[in-house]
């Protein structure tokens, strides 16, 4: 029946009342006595056909569709008692169209005043059975119209309201989809400005760095340059100065070099970059190195990278500088559902480092992988190698 809840649905039960109408046209106007008049008849269910299709298809809001929808409505049924009397044979195929009536009705008018135009319809067709069979047969005949009349109004009603739930929840849906397209894509911005605003506070820490280096280079060597040649402890002494502030410099400006993200990471994933450190470390080291990886690694957070190339590139320098001589170099990267997996080992070495180092490049990596949510570990195994792993959820 014509409920006008969506465009699907709307077409649907439109054909279904359409289909109803023929029906009654054809149980109506068949087997009737010779004689009987159709002419009438047939332009009461024409007119009934057309106020149909041109029917108001939404629920009133004002005064005025208010009244346009009470004045649809009492004429179909005018239109509807008409039938039934011009044709008394077939006043009960007739009543069907109440059927229509009753489901149009509940997409039209609020409950329970569209319970009320039901009992309307109801009456009509109860008078019109009780004239043409008499009290009480016509009574006991309009009784299972009735329930049908209230049934495929409530029936219609309830269609209408899960419908309408369906969409709502279809719009919510839609509207949490477009809200989490708008968070993803401000997390990308947040996250590309967060990283430019990082690579001004690197560059900005270098200059001054550099700045100041070059600057006290400068008033040195000058002072260097005025002084006489037979003044060689006081030369010498300013040369030394010179060394050490140019150590300093360095020292400060690789701490500060080691956070900006690498060249290669602009470029390559962070499979091929790790890749290309294995492939680098290979050839200069002529150790044998195995490079593996596991589970999805086609995309990777951003924020993950870097921290994990830095792993690796510390690793691979360690064993360089520690264990020249490894009887072998294992570097995995694994997927485990949302968290990654980097480890390092290296074999012993035959001619390992006597000292272990300074450990701030490791210390600097856990601090880091542990700021992410990761956990960090570097140690010695069981067969006396060296072992760094790191594990990050995304």
């Known amino acids: 029946m014509p409920s006008r809840l969506s465009v699907s649905g709307s077409t649907t039960t439109d054909w279904v009342a359409y289909l109803t109408i023929i029906g009654v046209a054809v149980l109506g106007f068949s087997s009737l006595p010779a004689g009987t008049p159709l002419w009438p008849a047939v332009i009461l269910l024409v007119l009934f056909t057309v106020a149909f299709v041109l029917s108001p298809s939404m629920p009133a809001e004002s005064r005025a569709a208010h009244r346009t929808i009470y004045a649809y409505l009492i004429g179909q049924t005018i239109l509807i008692a008409g039938l ?3 044709l008394p044979e077939k006043h009960w195929a007739f009543a069907i ?26 009456a009509a067709a109860g008078l019109i059975f009780i004239l043409k069979l008499g009290f009480p047969a016509g009574l006991y005949e309009v009784l299972p119209f009735t329930g049908g009349y209230f049934f ?12 309408s739930a369906r969409r709502q929840n279809q719009r919510l849906l839609n509207d949490l989809a477009e809200q989490h397209r708008r968070l993803q ?14 690579r001004s506070r690197l560059a900005r820490e270098i200059h001054d760095t550099l700045g100041h280096v070059f600057t006290t280079l400068d008033v040195q060597l000058e002072l260097l340059k005025r002084l006489p040649m037979d003044q060689e402890e006081q030369r010498r002494r300013i040369v030394i100065q010179a060394q050490e502030m140019v150590r300093q410099g360095l020292a400060d400006t690789r701490r500060t070099v080691h956070a900006i993200q690498p060249v290669g990471l602009e470029s390559l994933s962070l499979v091929e970059a790790v890749g290309a450190l294995v492939s680098n470390f290979q050839e200069t080291c002529g150790l044998p190195v195995t ?4 589970g999805e690694l086609t995309s990777i957070s951003p924020r993950l990278v870097l921290p994990l190339y830095r792993v690796a590139q ?9 264990a020249p001589n490894a009887a072998f170099v294992q570097v995995h990267l694994e997927r485990m559902g949302a968290t990654l997996c980097l480890s390092i080992t290296n074999g012993p070495s035959q001619k390992a480092s006597p000292g272990p180092g300074s450990g701030q490049g490791l210390a600097g990596l856990k601090e880091r992988v542990e700021a992410l949510g990761g956990s960090f570990q570097a140690g010695l195994t069981p067969e006396g190698g060296f072992q760094v792993r790191a594990e990050i959820t995304e």
């Open 84 to 86: 039934m009397l011009l």
């Open 291 to 294: 490079w593996e990886t596991a």
């Open 185 to 198: 894509e401000y997390a990308a911005r947040v996250e590309v400005l967060t990283e430019a605003q990082e």
């Open 152 to 163: 495929f109004g409530a029936f219609t009603y309830a269609w209408a309201e899960a419908d």
């Open 314 to 322: 510390e690793a691979l320098t360690n064993i360089r500088k520690h």
């Open 97 to 122: 169209l109440f059927f229509v009536l009753s489901s149009q009705v509940v997409t039209l008018i609020s409950s329970p005043a569209c319970y009320a135009w039901i009992g309307l319809f109801t």
